[in-house]
């Protein structure tokens, strides 16, 4: 069974280019460090969500290690930084855990 980590952001629209430039420096931030959690990213196009919304996603072979993901995302400083610049932009930010059916 597997664990999907999902980060959900809603963004001000005026901020698309902004908040992209800044997504593609975590992105650099997880190509440099293997061992940081990887990612996909999406912008829905057809959704619930609205389409200036930014979502990550990765998945994770157990929920301990999802857990120990969520602790090294919230204490690397460089995400810290990043994030502290990217979220002025943000009108709305939910985290999703889902567990992965096997049936």
């Given at each position: 069974m597997a664990?999907?980590?999902?980060?959900t952001q809603e963004y001000q629209?005026?901020?698309?280019?902004?908040?992209?430039?800044?997504?593609?420096?975590?992105?650099?931030?997880?190509?440099?460090?293997?061992?940081?959690?990887?990612?996909?990213?999406?912008?829905p196009l057809a959704s619930g969500e609205a389409t200036h919304s930014l979502i990550w996603e990765s998945e994770f072979a157990s929920l301990a290690d999802l857990q120990k993901a969520l602790e090294k995302i919230e204490t690397h400083p460089k995400h810290t930084e990043?994030?502290?610049k990217q979220s002025p932009f943000f009108t709305t930010m939910r985290t999703e855990i889902f567990k992965t059916l096997d049936l």
């Open positions: 664990y999907i980590l999902r980060f629209p005026a901020h698309h280019r902004a908040v992209l430039e800044l997504e593609a420096q975590f992105k650099e931030l997880e190509r440099r460090q293997p061992d940081f959690p990887q990612g996909r990213r999406y912008q990043l994030l502290a």
